[in-house]
């Protein structure tokens, strides 16, 4: 089966209204309506709090299902947040960002960094000091055989 390249809008659906002749092998572009794609939605806590005495004093039929609707909510949603007024953790009802959690931090971080700072300082002295002896003992053998080559001459 040969897929044709591009569809025809249907000629009750156009965008202009009624179908002409040119406009009948047109592809139809995607809406605006739509995006790239999902985007998480994240709630304040005032928003969670709000939604939620709205719910409690919705008392007719239907009521809490239309504010849902309204909103764009899940009841699981309103359920949880519930709980979690319930429960007093205000700031559960808080958005959290998503992905693991951050260790906290070592109060002993401090120290080792400032001890191994120290630790490479003084490695750094006594290289400089171990070649500084190195030189020393170059010099002191090199005056040795100096004081003994022009001992030798003299006698």
Not at 48 to 54: D, R, Y
Not at 75 to 85: F, K, N, V
Request: glycine share 8%.
């Amino acid at each position: 089966m040969v897929m044709p390249e591009r569809l025809p809008i249907s000629l009750s659906s156009s965008p202009e209204g009624p179908a002409t002749p040119s406009s009948a092998g047109r592809v139809v572009a995607a809406s605006a309506e739509f995006t790239a794609g999902p985007k998480r939605r994240s709630f304040t806590a005032k928003y969670k709090l709000q939604i939620l005495s709205e719910t409690d004093r919705a008392v007719d039929t239907g009521g809490i299902s239309a504010i849902l609707r309204r909103e764009g909510l899940y009841s699981s949603a309103l359920s949880d947040w519930r709980g979690q007024r319930d429960a007093g953790t205000l700031g559960a009802l808080t958005p959290r960002q998503r992905g693991p959690e951050k260790a906290a931090a070592n109060p002993l971080q401090a120290d080792l960094s400032k001890a191994n700072r120290e630790i490479s300082a003084l490695r750094r002295r006594l290289d400089q000091a171990e070649a500084i002896i190195a030189i020393q003992k170059k010099v002191a053998a090199l005056l040795d055989e100096m004081d003994q080559t022009s001992g030798s001459r003299k006698s």
